[in-house]
């Protein structure tokens, strides 16, 4: 990918796709206002280092799902607002995507101001990657720049579609981001620790796969260890597991028993202790079980002490950690204590440690520990697709992009 080191911006407009899909929440007096500024935040090196240089932004970005229809609670307003703040300037926001009115907005720009457009998904070419919609977003500027990792496994027109319009680069965050996760899966320091929880086998059995392959140790954690239990003839009692689930865990179980390529295997850790309620809440009856045999009529919903334990050992010893997911339902307090412990193993960790996923990224934010790590994962679907060994459009489509127009 091209840098942003190589594009010359000085007095040019440069269309940014950002990632700025972010929680939004009411203030006191009932306005809609940003509740998580993190991704905001993250991109700020970015669109600092481009006004720096004389860039006249135009930013781009969606939020939530609105499906190709103008949704008032959807609009970008409360981050315009947010970004007026963090930037300490003027951050004007456009009244649409594309149009007469904003192509006249974007013209009107100065070196080192801000534009920022209406909510992509507004236009229904958007999720389509329609040419139109493409064409008419590459004419707002001279420039592109993707730094919008989150989104990169999408091919839209904000993120594929219009790259090949523009001489394109990729932004700090995109660079880092992809240059990151490449390097642990490429090149890690050994051994190589992954942690993997959450609550579908289904939805990251080919990230799980892949450190199979790659991993010295593979931990499981969260809802997703019952499966692997139950293929192991545990009882599971009311826990959340299903067939697919199950049969997903036990080909990596025999995946897991062969010898890869050098002689060597890749070790798979299961809990050996939970901890159970009898239903999912915070006044939930609930104790510590000595063993992974969960009796009718309760739930597993935490890894218990010993398993903390276990884990945390192999976390100390490692080089290099990914942990993606969570341990338990870490936002009930009965049941934080695995994550927790999880967490503050993987902050003090003498290791490069990347941490993907919104679940986690938010236990350490519960934890305060938030900026312990090495690398925190803005991406959530684009860090399991870049994992699992996908091609991701958004990052593709940079790779020579432009090159007709240099």
Known sequence: MRSIDELDVKGRRVLVRVDFNVPLAQDADGAL??????????????????????????????????????????????????LRELTRSQVTLAPAVVGEEVSELAEQLRDGEILLLENVRFEGGEERNDPELARALAELAELYVDDAFGAAHRAHASTEGVAHLLPSAAGRLLEREVRTLAGILEHPRHPLVAIIGGAKVADKIA???????????????????????????????????????????????????????????????????????????????????????????????????????RYGQEIARAGTIFWNGPMGAFELAPFAAGTRAIAEAVAAADALTVVGGGDSAAALAQFGLEGTVDHLSTGGGATLELVEGNVLPGVQALEGAGAAQR
């Open 33 to 82: 206002v940003v509740a998580d500024d993190t991704r905001l935040v993250a991109a700020l090196t970015t669109i600092e280092e481009l006004r720096a240089r004389g860039a006249r932004l135009v930013l781009v970005s969606h939020l939530g799902r609105p499906e190709g229809r103008r949704v008032q609670r959807l609009s970008m307003a409360p981050v315009a607002a947010r």
């Open 207 to 309: 990230v799980i796969d892949r450190f199979l392959e790659l991993a010295d140790m593979l931990m499981i954690g969260g809802a997703m260890c019952f499966p692997f239990l139950c293929a192991q003839g545990h009882a599971v009692g009311e826990s959340l597991c299903d067939e697919q689930d199950t049969e997903h865990a036990r080909r990596a179980l025999a995946k897991a028993s062969e010898r890869r390529p050098g002689g060597a295997y890749a070790r798979v850790q299961l809990p050996v202790d939970l901890v159970i309620g009898d239903r999912l809440a915070e006044d939930a009856a609930h104790r510590v079980l000595d063993g992974v045999d969960v009796p009718d009529g309760w739930m597993g919903l935490d890894i218990g002490p010993k398993t903390a334990e």
